[in-house]
């Protein structure tokens, strides 16, 4: 079945969904986007994700481009036409097309709005989340508002594709402190080596996950405690459990960090129960 895109009003075939050579995001990186989890159909994390859409969108005075409404009624036909039952769900909002010029483009000019969908095997993702992945680490070379999810994403794919070459499935990124600020496309946890659930504040230049949001009103929700304080590469190396956060990939135990395993180099027991706690969540709260 070929897949279909929404592109500014319109539904297509993916093959012939097109935009504007002088958008601004292809130009400029001058957009934000989200994702959903799709469970049977539903999005999960709904909420959260469709709030810090609004709050990117605002930090870049880029218009917002049509109701919640009518936003959340295109990201569910998008997941229709392409008959995702578990998968993902792709919107981005970008600042339209304009000729290429720096500053801000006239008032009125409408933004550019895509979705697409796919479906992601979730029987492949349990059975690499049962046996654990390998992380590396990386420096930290990106712009000072992580907190904005844009679609600039240049220090994040350069991150990714180190992990991809070292035949690893995700990099952290490390400040010049020498301290863990997230993934390349996720938030990063340890169960340090006291037993202490750590994850880094969102005060600090990163993105405020909704996974992270979630696992964080679960944790609070068994009368345990989340140090929002930030943890160093060796912190990590010496933890007894290390994982990580984000939509698709849910809670992901990582059993290695450049090459030096982390506890018995196997899924630790509190991230495989926190896994398994928040698909339970998610799957029941998608709407
Ligand atoms: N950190 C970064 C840099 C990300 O790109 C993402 C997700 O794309 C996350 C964290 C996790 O965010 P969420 O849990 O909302 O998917």
Redesign the pocket.
Same mark, same amino acid.
């Given at each position: 079945m070929s897949r279909v895109a929404y592109v500014n009003g319109t539904y297509q075939p993916l093959s012939e969904a097109v935009i504007h050579v002088e958008d601004r995001g292809f130009q400029f990186a001058d957009g934000v986007y989200e994702?959903w989890s799709v469970f049977d159909g539903k999005l999960a994390d709904f909420e959260g994700?469709m709030t810090r859409l609004v709050r990117s969108l605002t930090e870049l005075r880029i218009a917002i481009p049509m109701t919640r409404g009518s936003l959340t009624q295109v990201l569910r036909e998008t997941v229709r036409r392409n008959r995702v039952r578990d998968g993902i769900v792709y919107l981005q909002v970008t600042r339209g097309t304009a000729r290429r010029d720096h500053p801000f483009p006239a008032e009125g000019t409408p933004p550019s709005v895509i979705v697409t969908s796919k479906s992601v095997s979730f029987a492949k993702a349990q059975a690499q989340a049962a046996k654990g992945v390998a992380v590396i680490t990386q420096p930290d070379i990106r712009w000072g508002r +992580?907190d904005i999810k844009t679609v600039g994403l240049l220090p #994040?794919v350069l991150a990714k594709q180190a992990a991809r070459d070292r035949g690893a499935y995700e990099a952290w990124m490390v400040d010049e402190m020498g301290l863990v600020t997230? !993934? @390349? @496309?996720? #938030?990063a946890w340890i169960v340090d080596k006291n037993g202490k659930l750590r994850t880094r504040d969102t005060q600090a230049n990163?993105?405020k !996950? +909704? *996974?992270?949001t979630t696992l964080m009103a679960l944790i609070a929700e068994h009368g345990l405690e989340v140090d929002e304080r930030p943890f160093s590469v060796d912190d990590a190396k010496e933890a007894k459990e290390a994982f990580f *956060? $984000? $939509?698709g990939a849910f809670v992901m135990p990582a059993i290695s960090i450049d090459g030096v395993k982390i506890g018995d180099g196997k899924p630790g027991p509190i991230a495989t129960r926190l896994r398994t706690e928040y698909l339970e969540k998610a799957k029941r709260d998608a709407v």
């Open positions: 994702v994700h +992580c #994040n997230e !993934g @390349s @496309s996720t #938030n990163i993105l !996950g +909704c *996974t992270r *956060t $984000a $939509a």
